[in-house]
Nanobody, 128 residues
Framework: QVHVVESGGGLVQAGGSLRLSCAAS????????MGWFRQAPGKEREFVAA????????YYLDSVKGRFTISRDNAKNTVYLQMSSLKPEDTAAYYC?????????????????????WGQGTQVTVSS
């Protein structure tokens, strides 16, 4: 089992920045791809960003490209999401997801059902 804990959410003004962190613990030898998803009230969960185990491949939602950066530190079993130029529409609960198997297709990075472990979420609120 892998335990996933997010941190770093909060309230920020539009145009501001936040950095989310997600630490995995437990059976971390089975941690592969890691990603971030978000869900706003009344909306479906959506993919935000993901990163391969090596960190060599990253994937982003079109609306966050150029504003968000995902990175990881495998020595700490931690993934980060640096968010800049935040907009009110970025307001949501952000969830970290961890894959326990290797993705064979790049399309898997975008699909929540492909991930095996999830955190409890951290709230990001962007005021206008």
């Amino acid at each position: 089992q892998v335990h996933v804990v997010e941190s770093g959410g909060g309230l920020v003004q539009a145009g501001g920045s936040l950095r989310l962190s997600c630490a995995a613990s437990g059976r971390t030898f089975s941690v592969y791809a890691m990603g971030w998803f978000r869900q706003a009230p009344g909306k479906e969960r959506e993919f935000v960003a993901a990163i391969s185990w090596s960190g060599g491949n990253t994937y982003y939602l079109d609306s966050v490209k150029g504003r968000f950066t995902i990175s990881r530190d495998n020595a700490k079993n931690t993934v980060y999401l640096q968010m800049s130029s935040l907009k009110p529409e970025d307001t949501a609960a952000y969830y970290c997801a961890v894959a326990g198997t290797i993705f064979r297709s790049s399309s898997s990075y975008y699909m929540g059902d492909e991930y095996d472990y999830w955190g409890q979420g951290t709230q990001v609120t962007v005021s206008s």
